[in-house]
């Protein structure tokens, strides 16, 4: 509601309320899909995926199919049949002992051209009249093969071709490129109830495949949204690509639909091998007292540009679902969002009982409704199983989603918690570990690898075998030595910290707890335990420079920390104009732009991998 009204330009005071205390409690864990639910989850995903492909291949076919006429449609319908085909099927009846009976014997000879046959409807004992006939002269007609040719006139023996019959929709403009008003009144199900009120077409289509599919009818074609759902895609569609995305990933719901395609590569995408994609997109759930409400974050994950199956080329694939929705405007938006929030990446059609209500023809999946219903009907299309319990809420599957790929990480790449936190987008490790990796699942798992081990070390020490130092416990906490931060992969240190566990950077004591160390990076030069040496001036040289860029021009996020940058850049302006060694800070600054960029952007990064490097 507060990010509707802020797209209405309502100016809303900031209801900062004071911080309630409450009782610690056990943190809500979520629990990932394993062994048979997990394989039965990526089994049905890649098969949906394969059908979205075969959509494609059909919407070849449409484009060079030729859309039904009127004329072609209704000419078995209102032919007239001639006296050879009538005896051709007097000969089927006799040849597979039918009885000829006077209702259909009449019928037929009602839609033949011939006038003797005509004469024999004036009088009675028809079928008499019929054998003699047949008798008489039959030998001149019979075939090798006798068929019924008058079932052609029965409408519901006509059998449409899909791809044809979906060109002739798309031909008339049926159903997106008609008025509300035009659909509501001639396209339902009572307008047109007979042939003969039908005025063209799509009307003939229509009762065909509405009032002709009755059990009692012999050759059964699917109804108008199964023959939509072949050409345009579907919430079920939609839905399966969001949550495969969020499974490969690790991307929550909200992130996988804010995704821009025109800006979806990253700009170091290809730049370890051609065939991997860095896609990105943003996050702005979480917010914390202090930032704006709208201030999202940048999330990127790793792709494969050749797996059809890889998020890269999911996304891509939404996006080709997605054309012949795009740029048509939605006949209802939902309450309290805009066009913008329904992402036009991932369109969809509706079903034909929702046009005439406020849902309209088609949506985003963005809309929640709508991706709740989608993934609702992929639990029904698709039976996925659980402890002998099958999986039927959005609930069930789709929070687990994030826990699930966290899960696999561990189990499959033996990934830390540090990355696992830092490729989650997470900026502290409890929140990953306590959420993520702390299900029943994963710590059974843990306990495997750990009794594993253990029992290597007892062989080896009852072998003697065992080569190394043993640990002990130390009793209390002692002050740290010096710490010297090196990046690695760089050639110098960055700088080192005197002493990590007294910070004395403005509000440290918020942010770091009593006795724990600190790794906060881009507060270091705020802090007096920051040890600054010779090999320090290219990385400050390189930090003056983003400095000055995010002043000059600050990214979206960037401008609320804007006197803590310009203090920074006071600081490190005045460290370098007071070096009592000229040479070396022309010698820093050229050895800064050969190996530029020496820090990233965002010194926040740097964070986890000291943090990840001293847990090792």
């Given at each position: 509601?507060?990010?509707?009204?802020?797209?209405?330009?309502?100016?809303?005071?900031?209801?900062?309320?004071?911080?309630?205390?409450?009782?610690?409690?056990?943190?809500?864990?979520?629990?990932?899909?394993?062994?048979?639910?997990?394989?039965?989850?990526?089994?049905a995903l890649t098969t949906h995926v394969n059908k979205l492909y075969e959509k494609i291949e059909f919407r070849k076919r449409v484009e060079s199919a030729h859309p039904y006429t009127m004329e072609e449609v209704l000419a078995p319908v209102n032919r007239k049949y001639s006296r050879a085909e009538f005896f051709e099927w007097v000969q089927m009846c006799l040849d597979n002992e039918l009885p000829l009976l006077n209702l259909p014997i009449r019928w037929r000879i009602k839609a033949s051209n011939d006038e003797e046959l005509q004469g024999l409807l004036q009088g009675k004992q028809i079928r008499s009249k019929i054998m003699k006939i047949y008798e008489a002269e039959g030998s001149q007609y019979i075939v090798e093969n006798p068929k019924?040719?008058?079932?052609?006139?029965?409408?519901?023996?006509?059998?449409?071709?899909?791809?044809?019959?979906?060109?002739?929709?798309?031909?008339?403009?049926?159903?997106?490129?008609?008025?509300?008003?035009?659909?509501?009144?001639?396209?339902?199900?009572?307008?047109?109830?007979?042939?003969?009120?039908?005025?063209?077409?799509?009307?003939?289509?229509?009762?065909?495949?509405?009032?002709?599919?009755?059990?009692?009818?012999?050759?059964?074609?699917?109804?108008?949204?199964?023959?939509?759902?072949?050409?345009?895609?579907?919430?079920?569609?939609?839905?399966?690509?969001?949550?495969?995305?969020?499974?490969?990933?690790?991307?929550?719901?909200?992130?996988?639909?804010?995704?821009?395609?025109?800006?979806?590569?990253?700009?170091?995408?290809?730049?370890?091998?051609?065939?991997?994609?860095?896609?990105?997109?943003?996050?702005?759930?979480?917010?914390?007292?202090?930032?704006?409400?709208?201030?999202?974050?940048?999330?990127?994950?790793?792709?494969?540009?050749?797996?059809?199956?890889?998020?890269?080329?999911?996304?891509?694939?939404?996006?080709?679902?997605?054309?012949?929705?795009?740029?048509?405007?939605?006949?209802?938006?939902?309450?309290?969002?805009?066009?913008?929030?329904?992402?036009?990446?991932?369109?969809?059609?509706?079903?034909?009982?929702?046009?005439?209500?406020?849902?309209?023809?088609?949506?985003?999946?963005?809309?929640?409704?709508?991706?709740?219903?989608?993934?609702?009907?992929?639990?029904?299309?698709?039976?996925?199983?659980?402890?002998?319990?099958?999986?039927?809420?959005?609930?069930?599957?789709?929070?687990?989603?994030?826990?699930?790929?966290?899960?696999?990480?561990?189990?499959?790449?033996?990934?830390?918690?540090?990355?696992?936190?830092?490729?989650?987008?997470?900026?502290?490790?409890?929140?990953?570990?306590?959420?993520?990796?702390?299900?029943?699942?994963?710590?059974?798992?843990?306990?495997?690898?750990?009794?594993?081990?253990?029992?290597?070390?007892?062989?080896?020490?009852?072998?003697?075998?065992?080569?190394?130092?043993?640990?002990?416990?130390?009793?209390?906490?002692?002050?740290?030595?010096?710490?010297?931060?090196?990046?690695?992969?760089?050639?110098?240190?960055?700088?080192?910290?005197?002493?990590?566990?007294?910070?004395?950077?403005?509000?440290?004591?918020?942010?770091?707890?009593?006795?724990?160390?600190?790794?906060?990076?881009?507060?270091?030069?705020?802090?007096?335990?920051?040890?600054?040496?010779?090999?320090?001036?290219?990385?400050?040289?390189?930090?003056?420079?983003?400095?000055?860029?995010?002043?000059?021009?600050?990214?979206?996020?960037?401008?609320?920390?804007?006197?803590?940058?310009?203090?920074?850049?006071?600081?490190?302006?005045?460290?370098?104009?007071?070096?009592?060694?000229?040479?070396?800070?022309?010698?820093?600054?050229?050895?800064?732009?050969?190996?530029?960029?020496?820090?990233?952007?965002?010194?926040?990064?740097?964070?986890?991998?000291?943090?990840?490097?001293?847990?090792?």
């Open positions: 509601m507060l990010h509707a009204a802020a797209n209405l330009g309502l100016d809303l005071p900031q209801l900062n309320l004071g911080v309630g205390r409450t009782e610690a409690r056990n943190p809500k864990v979520t629990s990932p899909l394993i062994d048979g639910t997990y394989d039965a989850v990526k089994y019924d040719h008058f079932q052609a006139r029965l409408f519901h023996h006509w059998n449409p071709d899909p791809a044809r019959l979906v060109k002739t929709f798309l031909e008339n403009g049926f159903p997106m490129y008609i008025s509300k008003e035009e659909l509501a009144s001639r396209y339902t199900f009572e307008a047109n109830m007979s042939l003969k009120t039908c005025k063209n077409i799509v009307d003939v289509i229509l009762l065909r495949l509405t009032h002709f599919r009755h059990k009692k009818y012999p050759i059964q074609v699917s109804n108008t949204d199964e023959f939509l759902r072949m050409y345009y895609p579907s919430i079920v569609d939609m839905a399966c690509i969001v949550m495969f995305i969020m499974l490969q990933s690790n991307w929550n719901k909200e992130t996988v639909l804010a995704i821009d395609f025109s800006n979806l590569e990253h700009p170091l995408t290809g730049a370890v091998k051609e065939a991997v994609a860095v896609i990105q997109s943003e996050k702005n759930r979480s917010q914390g007292i202090g930032k704006p409400f709208y201030a999202p974050k940048e999330i990127i994950a790793v792709s494969s540009k050749v797996d059809a199956y890889s998020s890269y080329n999911l996304v891509k694939l939404a996006n080709e679902l997605s054309k012949p929705l795009a740029g048509l405007a939605f006949d209802a938006i939902p309450f309290i969002m805009t066009e913008d929030d329904l992402n036009q990446l991932f369109l969809c059609i509706k079903e034909k009982k929702n046009w005439g209500m406020r849902g309209g023809r088609h949506t985003s999946i963005a809309y929640s409704k709508a991706f709740n219903q989608g993934v609702t009907e992929f639990l029904r299309e698709y039976p996925i199983y659980e402890k002998g319990e099958r999986l039927t809420k959005t609930s069930q599957l789709t929070k687990r989603l994030r826990a699930t790929w966290a899960y696999q990480q561990q189990q499959e790449h033996g990934t830390s918690l540090g990355l696992l936190a830092l490729q989650m987008g997470h900026a502290d490790l409890l929140v990953t570990d306590e959420h993520y990796t702390s299900s029943p699942e994963a710590l059974r798992a843990a306990n495997q690898r750990l009794r594993s081990e253990l029992e290597t070390l007892l062989d080896l020490f009852r072998q003697g075998q065992y080569q190394g130092l043993l640990g002990y416990a130390e009793v209390k906490a002692v002050d740290l030595p010096m710490k010297v931060f090196h990046i690695p992969g760089m050639e110098k240190a960055l700088w080192a910290c005197m002493n990590q566990r007294n910070p004395t950077w403005p509000g440290a004591r918020n942010y770091v707890k009593p006795g724990e160390r600190c790794y906060s990076i881009r507060n270091c030069l705020h802090c007096k335990q920051c040890n600054i040496f010779d090999d320090s001036a290219p990385f400050l040289i390189q930090r003056q420079i983003h400095l000055e860029e995010i002043l000059d021009d600050p990214q979206e996020g960037e401008s609320d920390y804007s006197n803590t940058f310009s203090t920074e850049l006071k600081i490190i302006s005045s460290i370098l104009d007071n070096w009592d060694d000229p040479e070396l800070i022309r010698e820093a600054s050229r050895y800064q732009r050969r190996n530029s960029p020496l820090l990233p952007r965002d010194l926040e990064i740097l964070q986890v991998i000291f943090e990840e490097e001293d847990m090792q």
